[in-house]
């Protein structure tokens, strides 16, 4: 994924393949606010404070949280308030989260803040990004999001990182975030009225890892895509399902995207059939009355139907990214000031159920291919299925070979990734029907999009480990199939994938060798051998 050189927010504009490609290409990356941005800031926080000087009761700025609403404050007591907002939400449980999602949330809650609503200063903003740009990182623990009153856990260890507290991974150490800061020469913050609540009340560390999340699906499709070309090469399988007249007939633009990535993958190919070499290869009746043909005429459903299962994804991720481009655009703070009518607005923009919902789609989709991969594998290894391919891809010998009968290939493989697929489905439950009542039924019912997002996430590292599995196998099929007649994007493949694993020769331990192809998937290194960009398969182009 290209690191994109250059962002400048403005709260309407970024979008969610911008964001997954700064993270993960950082060094490239600069980040600013735009000019009309900070006009809009300045504006809000005039507002606020002239509702300040009233003595109107803003909530969160002079009143307090939650329920406790209701308890207004003397405008003198407003910048303790917010500190002490961010200390007591200091609670978050389980693992640190990466610092590609780090660096994701506090890009995106940058974002939502230069929309101007929010009665933040832009040199708030302008310290967030100068940290992300000095690779000050908060430390971020996964779990304590419901989802609604925003990421308030989550996102308190960004807000306390940028004033000081706890601890931050700074040019990857962990050092207290007082010392991080010093160093870097950042004076740590001094939160006025309003930006306490302003930074941790939204949906910014859910929107990073759904962010994160359809990258991550976008790309474990292409390598189902890519899979699905080298099992039927594998299989001598009938590449006919993939004409361009069967999916005109059933026109869902991702199934469509998607057999036509496959049948490009195999341009070239001589080792995939089709319906028409096999009727020219058949055994005519010639006046019989019944006969067994000696090949399928059709190939079974985890080959010839790939594109209507791989292409679900595809179309969940069109309209999953359309719902995210409009989250990590939004004010989804609360209140919000309206310049214009010089008026306060109470809402729930930190509600993430269309994060949750979309999470929860996309995991059981991204699922499914698993499944779809598992089934192949399970083709490609049996001898029963593979078309005269070995039982379990072991080397042939012949019996008075001392090796022979000692060695079963990729046996075990087909076991582990039976058992990941498993695992990855057990993940689609959806959490978004979770809701919990909470924080004194003020937080009566939530959305839960952060752990939907997660989930998200974790199925696609899943789905990777299978994918890694079925490509070693497909390898292992070609070599003995004849890789020299494959197509020249699956032969670019195969060299890129032996480069890291060598052909299996004798049974020998293999997890080295996923990792390896997990890692070729992760950063799209098979995707470019194939020379197949991630724009030129788009199913919205």
Not at 220 to 231: D, G, K, Q
Request: contains cysteine.
């Amino acid at each position: 994924m290209p690191a994109a050189p250059y962002i400048e927010l403005d709260g309407t504009s970024l979008s969610p393949r911008a964001v997954a490609a700064a993270v993960r290409g950082w060094d490239d990356a600069r980040v600013s606010l735009s000019p009309s941005a900070v006009e809009r800031m300045r504006a809000s926080v005039g507002l606020k404070d002239s509702l300040l000087a009233e003595e109107v009761p803003i909530y969160a700025v002079t009143t307090g949280f939650g329920d406790s609403c209701v308890r207004q404050i003397s405008p003198d007591k407003a910048h303790r308030l917010q500190r002490s907002l961010v200390l007591y939400h200091l609670n978050g449980v389980g693992p640190k989260a990466v610092p590609e999602v780090a660096r994701a949330t506090m890009l995106i809650r940058a974002n939502a803040l230069a929309k101007g609503v929010s009665g933040v200063r832009p040199e708030t903003v302008s310290t967030l990004l100068e940290c992300l740009a000095r690779d000050i990182l908060p430390l971020i623990p996964e779990r304590g999001s419901v989802g609604a009153s925003g990421d308030l856990v989550p996102l308190c260890y960004l807000a306390a990182a940028l004033i000081g507290e706890g601890q931050v991974l700074h040019r990857g150490t962990v050092r207290p975030a007082l010392d991080a800061l010093s160093d870097e020469g950042i004076p740590p913050l001094r939160l006025e009225p309003k930006e306490g609540i302003a930074l941790i009340n939204g949906t910014s560390f859910a929107a990073a890892y759904a962010v994160l999340a359809a990258a991550d699906a976008r790309e474990v499709t292409f390598v189902a895509e890519l899979a699905t070309a080298m099992t039927l090469e594998a299989l001598h399988g009938n590449a006919s399902a993939l004409h361009p007249f069967v999916h005109a007939n059933k026109p869902h633009p991702g199934q469509v995207a998607s057999a036509k990535v496959i049948r490009t993958l195999l341009d070239g190919s001589r080792l995939a059939t089709s319906f028409e070499d096999i009727l020219v290869r058949r055994e005519r009746l010639d006046g019989r009355g019944y006969l067994r043909l000696n090949e399928k005429i059709q190939d079974t459903y985890s080959v010839r139907c790939a594109p209507q299962i791989i292409g679900i994804v595809r179309d969940t991720l069109d309209w999953t990214d359309r719902w995210l481009d409009t989250e990590i655009n939004s004010a989804t703070d609360n209140p919000l000031f309206d310049v214009d009518e010089s008026g306060l607005h109470l809402g729930g923009n930190f509600y993430a159920g269309h994060v949750g919902q979309a999470m929860d789609s996309l995991k059981t989709t991204v699922a499914g291919l698993a499944n779809l991969l598992d089934r192949q594998l399970a083709l490609v290894v049996d001898e029963k299925f593979n078309a005269g391919l070995p039982p379990n891809l072991i080397v042939a010998r012949p019996p008075d070979d001392p090796e022979a009968g000692l060695h079963h290939g990729f046996k075990g493989m087909q076991i582990a990734a039976s058992a990941v697929t498993a695992e990855a489905l057990k993940q689609t439950g959806p959490v978004s029907v979770f809701s919990r009542s909470t924080e004194a039924h003020n937080q009566d019912i939530v959305s839960m999009g952060t752990i939907a997002a997660r989930d998200a996430r974790t199925v696609n590292g899943l789905v990777r480990e299978v994918a890694a599995i079925h490509l070693l196998a497909l390898a292992q099929a070609l070599d003995l199939r004849g890789v020299e007649a494959a197509s020249p994007a699956v032969r670019a493949v195969h060299r890129l994938i032996r480069k890291h694993s060598p052909f299996v020769t004798h049974d020998r331990r293999l997890d080295h060798d996923i990792e390896a192809v997990i890692g070729l998937i992760e950063t799209g290194a098979l995707r470019r051998a194939t020379g197949i960009d991630d724009t030129d398969d788009d199913s919205t182009a």
